[in-house]
C-alpha cells in the first residue's frame, strides 16, 4: 500500500529556510515523479514544485516559489526533499506531497494517485 509522509514542518520567521521531507514506501519511488503542494486557509490547493519520475530535465516550480525553492530527490532513500529558503507570510500553508506514476512533476494535482496528509508551515514574526 502507498504511504506517503511529510516531515519538517514549523513556525519559521520571515527571511528563514526550512526543509521539507517526503518519505515513501509501499511503491518504487524511482517510478513516479513527485509534486509539492500547498494549501492556505480558504484558499485552492496550489503546485509548488515537481520532480519528474527519471530525475531527468528540469523540476517545476510555480513563479511563486521560483529562486527560494528547490526540490531534490534520493530514491536510494526513498525521500523527496523541499528546500524553502526566504520564507514569506504568504508561504504559510499546509504541504503535501503527492505521486505521479510515471509522471512528469506538472502542475495538475489530478495526475497525483498518492497524497501524503501534510506538514504546517507557517511564516511568521
Known amino acids: 500500500q502507498a504511504h506517503l509522509v511529510e516531515s519538517g514542518g514549523g513556525l519559521v520567521q520571515p527571511g528563514g529556510s526550512l526543509k521539507l521531507s517526503c518519505s515513501v514506501s509501499g511503491f518504487n519511488l524511482a517510478y513516479y515523479a513527485i509534486g509539492w503542494f500547498r494549501q492556505a486557509p480558504g484558499k485552492e490547493r496550489e503546485f509548488v514544485a515537481g520532480?519528474?519520475?527519471?530525475?531527468?530535465?528540469?523540476?517545476n516550480y510555480a513563479d511563486s516559489v521560483k529562486g527560494r525553492f528547490a526540490i531534490s530527490r534520493d530514491n536510494a532513500k526513498n525521500t523527496v526533499s523541499l528546500q524553502m529558503r526566504s520564507l514569506k507570510p504568504e508561504d504559510t500553508a499546509v504541504y503535501y506531497c503527492a505521486a505521479d506514476h510515471y509522471g512528469l512533476g506538472h502542475s495538475r494535482p489530478g495526475e497525483y494517485e498518492y497524497w501524503g496528509q501534510g506538514t504546517q508551515v507557517t511564516v511568521s514574526s
Open positions: 520532480i519528474s519520475w527519471s530525475g531527468g530535465g528540469m523540476p
